[in-house]
């Protein structure tokens, strides 16, 4: 098992595969998803590797099941899910087949597919040309006379009496308008123009969408104008239909139309059970072909990333593999080999000459969603301490500090929970849906988000805003209801009116007294204050790990003890000073200079402290600092912490300078020593890899100052800043229980708790499911949402900055079931098959 503590350690493999073997290896690894190849001839061109020709063929097949997959979209036909064990990919002797399989399905639904869209296109036009007839038509008259009025049919769809011209058609409503408008223009006001009272919905053969269409009547003067006339409706797209003169033709034309239509649709409908019913046939064993068909692809152009030997007898290509999974690729290769009875295994080697190995952190269904959060950032430097390890408890107990509610709490682990319970049924399905993606992808996350939450409402003593006695409150409440109706709040006294203290969290009666907010805002600032130096601390302290790990040693003495110190002298005495105050000064004390009255203010003490000055007491029988000495004590802890800065800023410039030039003298006279005396390849290799050290090593001591200064400057402005930035968990928390409080007050206990009356009863589950839907909607989803984003900005910045580079790469192994899930897509095999048309 793989530790997230740090990322898998990875080996560096040249591959040696048998031609007849090579196949059915990488389709193996392609299961397991535990080898990232990497391309040996990257300056080939696509069209020109090994097996782009394999490749094209499975390219088209998938095209065919593309487009079939098209054809059942737009007759609603669902494919059947592959409930079976997933197929496994279609050798090359198999290929042939499925080919002529899929060729076979392709033109029976092409062709059927064309018949039903000229049977569209003919019902299309019987349809308008009934439309025109039916609307158009009585604009004619009803008299047998209509001959001797406007004379014999010229062209079949204008016609004439004298210098008269009738056309007749239909034009997309859309453009009726511009189209009346340009007849209009064209025959200078010259034409009699109407359309029908009622538009057409009908459909478009080759899309299948409803179009809406208006017939037109226009009657103009002259053959010229007529022609004229015809070529703006040609621009427009307009269907011209001629209409019969006599009222006993047009009557005669539209019985035989109704009969055409009424054979026309008996034939669609046919035509339409016929496609559908193949469609149904393909969509059977579309899910298990596409699947097939892509991981052969996928394997095609792994397998383009070999190269061939000498003797065109062996493929070899390199890859990682993390070193736990080293024994089983090595079994695949001996397994399949025996199997297929070849006189030469398939092996492994191992290899050094490699660059950066990729990051990888193996994960479960329950740390997965953490790790994602990390990676959101930046995937890990190889064997860098893995944040995500600690981000599984820091992150929701942080979300918690600023969500703390007991009832909010519940809501967040029941929607954990019902993901959890229907999980199985959707871990290997794909949604579409990306936000259900992302919740049921983070759905432990919420969980533990919701636990900690119960854990801080409880802390908080909030249920929905209100407070609940759990033990005997430690202030005792003397005041009876009416005293509290007329005061609003009560007072405490701390010296006569007090029990034991409180067990856990706030004491529920500071929910009546009036320096209610005054006391949450002073808890939880402090409280947001000790967190944060902490958790900052906790990250400088991983750097240590770190720099130990990767033998930077210098770093441990002049980075991160400095570092530490320097937080600490100013910070970290800023946490002591809210402990001392809290433990030091209360209101029980009878000594006036212990009472609560006499406590010195932490900000002034913090101020005065950095600028060096004397603290004044808050009153004249007060004193001004807690103890003696403290004055004394602060001024050293600024100097210590002033001293630190030069060490961070030149310290590791100065180090790294001489420790260069020293590396640099030595790997030049390796180079010369090669040049003079080594020709061999293996040789030259070596040469390129001490030429890459020299190239490192040529930092100058400005680059190393620079690089420093900036990191110094960030660390020391970033320390106090990150500190303020830690307040957002007293600032959120206090808007989420206020806005709570606000919620139920102003809508759920002011229009629904305090009715008496009659109506009440009734009143009451109305306002109940207003209250809810807003506590949902605004108190869960949106607050949550923000604290959500706000714990993540504070574990990116504030923690992760401390020892966290980010700067490696992710293993991206060669994996079916990244493949399938969308996650491992890649459009270089389709540019082959682009570039290269004519494969086969």
């Not at 049921?440 to 909030?462: A, S, W």
């Amino acid at each position: 098992m793989g530790c997230m503590l740090r990322s898998d350690m990875m080996t560096f493999c040249d591959i040696y595969l048998q031609p007849e073997t090579a196949f059915e290896i990488v389709s193996q690894l392609g299961e397991m998803g535990c080898a990232q190849f990497v391309d040996m001839t990257p300056d080939v061109k696509p069209f020109q590797r090994n097996y782009v020709t394999e490749l094209c063929r499975c390219a088209e097949m998938e095209r065919k099941l593309l487009y079939m997959e098209g054809e059942m979209q737009k007759d609603k036909i669902s494919i059947v899910e592959y409930n079976s064990m997933e197929p496994k990919a279609l050798p090359l002797h198999e290929t042939t087949s499925l080919e002529n399989v899929l060729e076979k399905w392709e033109n029976d639904v092409l062709n059927m597919s064309d018949n039903q869209t000229t049977l569209l296109k003919n019902y299309l036009e019987l349809t308008e040309m009934s439309y025109v007839l039916n609307h158009i038509g009585p604009m004619l008259g009803e008299s047998d006379k209509a001959e001797d009025i406007f004379g014999k049919a010229a062209g079949g769809d204008t016609g004439f009496l004298g210098r008269l011209f009738v056309i007749t058609g239909v034009v997309k409503r859309s453009r009726s308008f511009p189209f009346e408008m340009m007849m209009w223009r064209v025959s200078h006001g010259n034409i009699y123009y109407r359309r029908a009272s009622q538009d057409a919905i009908l459909q478009d053969p080759n899309t299948g969408q409803d179009i809406r269409k208006v017939a037109f009547l226009a009657i103009c003067q002259g053959e010229q104008l007529s022609a004229r006339l015809e070529k703006v409706c040609s621009g427009f797209h307009v269907n011209l239909y001629s209409c019969p003169e006599s009222f006993n033709e047009r009557m005669d034309m539209m019985v035989q139309l109704d009969l055409r239509i009424a054979d026309l649709e008996k034939v669609m409908k046919k035509t339409k059970y016929y496609r559908c019913k193949a469609l149904r046939t393909v969509s059977k064993q579309w899910d298990p072909w596409m699947v097939q068909i892509k991981k052969s692809k996928a394997i095609y152009h792994t397998m383009n990333m070999f190269t061939l030997d000498i003797t065109r007898k062996c493929l070899i290509g390199q890859c990682w593999v993390p070193d736990l999974d080293l024994p089983r690729v090595e079994d695949v290769l001996t397994r399949v080999s025996e199997n297929a009875g070849t006189n030469v295994e398939s092996f492994l080697l191992k290899s050094n000459d490699a660059d950066e190995p990729p990051t990888y952190h193996r994960t479960n269904k329950f740390t997965r969603g953490f790790q994602a959060l990390i990676n959101a950032y930046g995937d890990s430097t190889y064997r860098e301490l893995n944040p995500g390890l600690y981000t599984i408890i820091t992150f929701p107990f942080l979300f918690a500090l600023m969500f703390g509610d007991v009832c909010h709490g519940v809501i967040l682990l029941a929607f954990a929970g019902w993901m959890i319970s229907v999980e199985k049924e959707n871990m290997n399905k794909t949604s579409k849906n990306e936000i259900w993606n992302i919740f049921f992808g983070g759905r432990y996350v919420i969980l533990m988000m919701g636990i900690f939450t119960l854990y801080t409402g409880f802390l908080y003593n909030v249920f929905f805003s209100k407070s609940i006695v759990l033990t005997t409150p430690y202030w005792k409440n003397t005041y009876d209801l009416k005293t509290v109706e007329e005061n609003q709040y009560i007072t405490l006294n701390p010296v006569l009116e007090t029990n034991a203290p409180y067990v856990f969290g706030v004491d529920p009666v500071w929910a009546l007294a009036k320096n209610k907010i005054m006391y949450l805002n002073s808890l939880k600032m402090k409280m947001s204050i000790i967190i944060g130096i902490v958790h900052m601390m906790f990250g400088l302290c991983l750097s240590l790990f770190n720099h130990t790990y990767f033998k930077r040693y210098y770093a441990i003495y002049l980075q991160f003890i400095p570092q530490v110190l320097f937080l600490a002298c100013l910070f970290m005495w800023l946490v002591i000073l809210i402990y001392m105050k809290w433990f030091m000064f209360s209101g029980k004390y009878v000594d006036v200079k212990r009472g609560a009255g006499c406590s010195p203010l932490i900000l002034i003490l913090f101020i005065d402290m950095v600028l060096l000055s004397t603290s004044k007491p808050v009153e004249e029988d007060c004193d001004a600092y807690m103890f003696a000495s403290q004055e004394k004590l602060q001024r050293l802890l600024v100097v210590i912490a002033v001293i630190c800065v030069p060490i961070i800023l030149f310290g590791t410039p100065v180090y790294l300078n001489k420790v260069y030039k020293k590396k640099k003298e030595e790997a030049l006279k390796k180079i010369s020593q090669f040049r003079r005396y080594q020709r061999r390849d293996s040789d030259k290799r070596a040469e390129e890899k001490i030429l890459a050290e020299v190239a490192k090593y040529s930092a100058s001591f400005g680059e190393l100052m620079i690089h420093q200064a900036v990191h110094t400057i960030e660390f020391v402005l970033s320390t106090i800043s990150h500190t303020a930035s830690y307040l957002r968990l007293w600032a959120l928390s206090l808007a989420h229980e206020q806005l709570s409080e606000m919620l139920w007050v102003m809508v759920l206990a002011k229009l629904g708790l305090r009715d008496t009356s009659m109506a009440g009863g009734p009143k009451i589950f109305v306002i109940f499911a207003i209250w809810a839907v807003f506590s949902l909607s605004i108190l869960v989803v949106m607050e949550g949402l923000s604290a959500f984003l706000h714990t993540l900005r504070l574990h990116w910045v504030e923690f992760m900055s401390k020892f966290y580079t980010g700067s490696g790469y992710p293993f991206k192994p060669f994996s079916f079931r990244a493949l399938l899930t969308g996650e491992g897509k890649d459009d270089k095999s389709e540019a082959m098959c682009k570039k290269r048309p004519t494969a086969y």
